[in-house]
């Protein structure tokens, strides 16, 4: 049965007349539950690729892989509108492949719509998802899938020719059927001056305070991430690195001195069964 959820996206377009958009990302159920009554918006983003899987960048990751996971969050969202990230390599060839990657998105996971990253050169694949009835967040500035053209994961539109372009591929994308725009790792005046063109809510991550929106990758947020270089705009909203690190250690200490399990952790025989 197709799960219908509180957020929708005439809602999220709403809310560019006021009340900032929440949007976490979401890898699993489990997750999903805790977060579907704070988030407006669940992502399962490509980021999976690092934060998941282990890998430096989302290049990896497949649609099946993409699937997998937005169909464990979609069961754990009643009320967040949940969205999946078309993977590198599933939309790139032009609308015909990018359709047919988002109808197996929406069919197989049960997500209410997809986001790609690109500017003008994606708009055909919007509105080919768009015209199928497929709603299309789009993703402009640090556009992770672009790693190897960037040379990294940097910041964007910081000169006066890369923020005139970002300010093109805002509106064509705004025309080609978008519902709404990430923002990453770009100016907060540039960021500033594309959410007040657009009639479209933006969503910053690393794009200052004046989106419609804000971001951010899960395990970034809860502190859960040991290995990965974290950039500026990440902030830390509690420790989970360090509580599963102590939890850790006093389960190994009580394993090895033998306070664990205790006589409450086992179970008595029935007597006379
Ligand atoms: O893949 C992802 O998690 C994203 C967010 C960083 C916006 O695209």
Partial sequence: MQQIRAMRVPDIIDRKAGGKLVMLTAYDFTMARLLDRHADILLVGDTLGCVVQGHDTTLKVTLEQMIYHAGMVSRGA???LV???LPFGTYQQGPPQALQAALRLVKESDVSAVKLEGGESVCESVRAITAAGIPVMAHLGLTPQSFHAF????????DAQSAARLQRDALALQQAGAFALVLEAIPAALAQEVSR???IPTIGIGAGPHCDGQVLVINDMIGLNSSRAPMKFNKEFC??????DR??????GEVRCGAFPAPENSYAAVVGG
């Fill in 151 to 158: 040379g990294g994961n940097k910041v964007q539109g910081r």
């Fill in 247 to 252: 939890a850790a250690a006093e389960f190994a």
């Fill in 78 to 80: 009643d009320r967040a």
């Fill in 197 to 199: 063109r657009l009639a």
């Fill in 83 to 85: 969205v999946a990230d």
């Fill in 239 to 244: 420790a989970v690195r360090e509580a599963i």
